[in-house]
């Protein structure tokens, strides 16, 4: 019933390489940009369709404009480009804000995703080397880290403007207990200045411009048991979610102010290194932590 297909186009019948380009960049509109890459080595009409500015304009943002104001300027001959180059230029992380900030498009989705550094933010005693260090690292997108030995007032405050496009944002940030380092190739820990985050617990909040909050509370040294860290946190990086927020596209930029803090004084706390906060789309966030996403 009906021809066979086949991708060398035999006298059998009608094969792949038939297909016409417009019907395939139709095909590729539902597929994911990995998807579309897998599937351009098939045949010309395949590989045509791979590079339509149709497909690709389909997997950017509305304002991926925005994102190509970012590129440094060496790398401005975007007008130039095509819709295919254009997101795969924006798939690399693109610094701004002194290079504290970055902003990129997930592969897989094309949703903007950002990271701010802690360099970006600002904290109480940072200047002050009795309480906190700067720690080189490659486990940090920004390679370094802000390490805190001890203090009695925890907190960290920071902000971002941004022309994040309409979605469900989650923010979070990125913690981790104990200073760890190499010694002959193998990864250790150290935990003797980390003390006093299982006494009281860690207030995270942030607002938007238009009004929206959220705020969380938890123990960082907490000694329950959890399905993904077991008995406790100590010695791996933790992204602590604070909330959502809602984008709906009617504003030019979303305002996002941040912080964490500890304000206690009746103990102290130490050891903790300090990463960077995270903000990406929520939908994103709960794939990649069920590993449908890598």
């Known amino acids: 019933m009906g021809a066979s297909l ?18 395939v960049a139709c095909v590729f509109l539902h597929l994911t940009p990995p998807e579309i890459c897998n599937l351009a080595r098939l045949n010309r009409a395949f590989r045509g369709a791979a590079s339509s500015d149709s497909v690709w304009e389909a997997k950017l943002p509305r304002n991926y404009q925005d994102l190509l104001d970012l590129v440094p300027p060496p790398e401005r001959h975007h007008r130039s480009l095509s819709k295919k180059d254009i997101f795969a230029l924006l798939s690399r992380p693109l610094p701004f804000d002194h290079g504290h900030k970055e902003v990129w498009l997930d592969r897989v989705t094309g949703k903007v995703c ?6 970006a933010m600002v904290i109480t005693g940072i200047d002050d080397r009795r309480y906190w260090n700067w720690i080189p690292t490659e486990e940090s997108r920004f390679h370094t880290v802000a390490y805190l030995q001890q203090i009695w007032w925890f907190e960290v405050d920071g902000e971002v403007s941004f022309p994040f496009p309409a979605d469900i944002y989650t923010l979070s940030f990125r913690l981790h207990l104990g200073r760890f380092s190499k010694r002959l190739g193998r990864r250790v820990c150290n935990y003797d200045h980390t003390h006093g985050w299982d006494i ?25 048991i ?36 500890q304000i206690d004084c009746t103990h102290s706390k130490g050891g903790l290194c300090v990463d960077a906060v995270f903000i990406v789309p929520s939908d994103l966030r709960e794939r990649k932590r069920r590993g449908i996403l890598k």
């Not at 950002?114 to 360099?119: Q, V």
């Not at 504003?251 to 912080?259: G, K």
């Open 226 to 261: 959890d399905d993904t860290y077991g008995n406790h946190k100590r010695g791996y990086w933790v992204d602590y979610k604070v909330g959502e927020f809602i984008v709906s596209g009617s504003e030019p930029t979303t305002q996002v102010r941040f912080s964490m803090k």
């Open 200 to 224: 009281k617990p860690v207030k995270f909040e942030f607002s938007t411009s238009d009004g929206q909050q959220a705020s969380c509370e938890c123990c960082l040294d907490e000694t329950e």
């Open 114 to 119: 950002m990271s701010i550094s802690a360099k």
């Open 6 to 23: 086949s991708s060398n186009g035999s006298s059998i019948g009608p094969g792949l390489g038939d297909i016409p380009e417009s019907c």
